[in-house]
């Protein structure tokens, strides 16, 4: 392949849509630079190179009391990707994003430059590769602060809502939890509009730092479409709504908290060949409870209830990337089965609703959003065009922005 044809970095590829990907050009993958260059292991302060999974460093850094911190959804991410996607979590209340907690990156540039960035050197360039898509150039490794510890376990706490407005008096009471994310059945309407669970926790203070182990499931192929219906949707929603077991104080280990989906492998598999889409938005909190309830209306009536809906509040922490995504108030994310166009209409109108009450969409979860949705809702995305690096280019970014090469 031509050297002249933009590259891309490539970690661990939990992207959902194109951010990583670059049909046009280079994939540079960078899952064998996972070494750990530096650690104090007393103030929590480590250099790792950009391919360490975050499955690895907890793996490494838990039986010595120190934790991410940050975490999304899965523990399957690069530290690269983390910070190229400015990744939040169930602690965004508390903690903000990740790059809130970068205190340094390494980063080789296409003029053969190797450069050190960080809040207080070559600023606007370090704003620009958090969150930067991985457009910046090529990410080596990245300093970062670790968040001190006592157990592996989790204190928790799971309360049911009837309704959308259920959830955000609750939320609202989350004072002492420092991770929260709802769970929302995506096929309630009427006055059951909204309902789930609550999920919140904390580090227990005491307990044992046993790590995490391998999934002990996975789907083994391709799920037959006709699995993927209503019925069958309703059906899981009730039981796992239903669960009062399930219900109030309880203590459990990270992995199943943080990660229930890690505990499956494969579990995209779920959907079948044609795969799925995720909505994800971030809305602020003036306008969130009305805009979401449009959101799930619109899901409801369009008879394409999300197969999982989970809802949680931001916080007012901010983070340094030009292009973060969370902002004060409130995120829902919602996954569709790909049913084809009219998938894509409905993602276009939800996007609609999301852009109408100033609020924007998730380019790392992002597989359709328009040049209009991403544009004004990231009214600075020139300022991380002006430092892109001219020999980086995504997919994501040829169709948002329309720069070719």
């Known amino acids: 392949m031509r050297a002249s044809l933009p590259a ?5 590829g939990r992207s959902y849509g194109d951010s990583c990907l670059n049909a046009r050009g280079r994939l540079i993958e960078t899952r064998f630079l996972d070494r750990i260059l530096a650690a104090d ?4 302060v480590i250099r790792a190179e950009a391919g360490l999974s975050l499955d690895e460093l907890l793996r490494i850094s838990v039986p010595r009391r120190w934790f991410p911190p940050v975490c999304p959804g899965t523990k399957f991410v690069s530290i690269g990707g983390a910070v190229a996607n400015d990744v939040h979590g169930k602690n965004h209340e508390s903690a903000g994003s990740i790059g809130a907690h970068v205190r340094a990156i390494g980063l080789a540039r296409s003029n053969g430059e190797v450069r050190e960035l960080s809040a207080s050197q070559d600023n606007e360039l370090f704003a620009a590769t958090i969150g930067g ?15 001190p510890v006592g157990s592996a376990h989790f204190e928790t706490e ?15 009471d989350d004072a002492g939890w420092d991770y929260s994310a709802a769970w929302i059945d995506g096929l309630a309407k009427g006055r059951h509009l909204g309902r789930g669970l609550h999920m919140r926790g904390r580090h227990a203070t005491n307990g044992g730092l046993e790590t995490h182990r391998d999934p002990s499931l996975a ?4 799920m037959p479409a006709w699995l993927l219906n209503g019925r069958a949707l309703r059906a899981f929603n009730a039981v796992y709504r239903s669960r009062p077991w399930a219900w109030g104080r309880g203590r459990t280990h990270y992995d199943p908290f943080l990660f229930p989906l890690d505990g499956i492998g494969h579990w995209n598999r779920l959907y079948g060949k044609r795969g799925f889409f995720q909505h ?13 309830r449009k959101l799930l209306a619109l ?10 809906a989970v809802l949680k509040i931001f916080g007012s922490r901010t983070s340094p990337g030009i292009l973060s995504f969370p902002m004060p108030g409130a995120t829902l994310a919602l996954d569709f089965p790909n049913l084809g166009a009219g998938t894509s209409a409905l993602l276009n109108e939800l996007a609609d609703i999301v852009l109408e009450a100033g609020g924007r969409l998730y380019p790392a979860k992002d597989a359709t959003m328009s040049p209009r949705h991403f544009q004004a809702g990231y009214p600075n995305w020139r300022r991380l065009e002006a430092q892109r690096d001219p020999a980086f280019l995504s997919d994501f970014w040829r169709r948002v922005t329309g720069v070719a090469a």
Do not use: H, K, N
Request: glycine letters at 12%; one cysteine or more.
């Open 299 to 308: 899901t409801v009536g369009r008879s394409e209830g999300s197969f999982l």
């Open 41 to 44: 292991w007393g103030t929590g």
């Open 8 to 12: 891309l970095a490539y970690g661990r």
């Open 133 to 147: 898509l991985g457009l910046t150039g090529l990410l080596l490794w990245v300093e970062l602060q670790l968040a």
């Open 158 to 172: 799971t309360l049911p809502f009837a309704d959308l407005d259920g959830f955000f008096r609750i939320a609202a």
């Open 219 to 222: 789907v083994p192929c391709d």
């Open 280 to 292: 994800q938005c971030a809305i602020p909190m003036a306008a969130a409870p009305d805009a979401i």
